[in-house]
């Protein structure tokens, strides 16, 4: 098993063990700052250095039994397994990932239907709604999103039982991804607070610390995707 450090999202260096080498070559920590690709989220990128060697992770994915693997490029230098390394993330990829991956969720609160689908990059990202007519105006749907992030609003963590979770189905706001289960926990991402509480819902994904920091963004395309399937893209501003 691979500790997930990505759970501390800011958290950009740190040192890890190797576990194991995979057939394909890529390479297992007992923990990691590197967040595998899941839920619409790519895999981090970034460098594992040891005593005589540097490998550029290129990507991160999921391997068996609760473990993380960091992929190199093929053919690369791979440490042995008992080597202490040196984690060092890409920053720059992964706080686009976080500042996009909240703003998606301040999506699925202006626009109040079932999600069918999503994904992350860098510098935008795009939800699929279960919805019939397209929003008849963006720019409305732009101000609307620009208010919630404006507003700095503290994003957190909770944790409920699967059972909890199944007593509540409400909070699942996607139809085509269902939590990960069999930990017997389900990870809750909150925006807000008790009292002014926007947004709640499962989610395995890194967030920024506070909305102000996804800065203005711009709703870009709204694309039909079957009869009752409408994708909508989101733009950091600056990145745009």
């Given amino acids: 098993m691979t500790e997930p450090l990505y759970r501390d999202a800011y958290l950009r260096k740190a040192t890890g063990t190797v576990i194991a080498v995979t057939e394909e070559g890529g390479l297992v920590l007992d923990r990691t700052i590197f967040y595998p690709t899941s839920g619409g989220q790519p895999g981090d ?69 079932p999600v069918t689908g999503g994904a992350v990059s860098q510098s935008k990202g795009r939800l699929d709604f279960d919805m019939v007519e397209p929003p008849s105006d963006k720019g409305a749907l732009s101000i609307e999103l620009n208010h919630l992030i404006s507003r700095d609003l503290a994003v957190s963590e909770s944790w409920i039982s699967e059972a909890a979770l199944d007593a509540n189905p409400g909070l699942v706001k996607t139809l085509s991804v269902q939590p990960p289960r069999g930990t017997g926990r389900i990870r809750l991402v909150r925006i807000g607070d008790d009292v002014d509480q926007v947004d709640l819902q499962p989610c395995g994904g890194t967030h920024v610390a506070h909305t102000g920091e996804i800065g203005q963004v711009r709703i870009g395309k709204i694309e039909k995707k079957g009869a009752q399937n409408r994708r909508v893209y989101v733009h950091l501003v600056e990145d745009a």
């Fill in 45 to 113: 990128c970034g460098r594992v250095t040891w005593a005589d060697g540097v490998l550029d992770v290129v990507a991160t994915v999921k391997g068996d039994a609760d473990t993380i693997v960091l992929v190199g490029a093929q053919g690369a230098q791979l440490p042995a397994v008992g080597s202490v390394v040196d984690q060092q993330l890409n920053w720059e990829n992964r706080f686009g990932y976080m500042r996009v991956h909240t703003a998606l969720h301040l999506l699925s609160v202006v626009i109040p239907l």
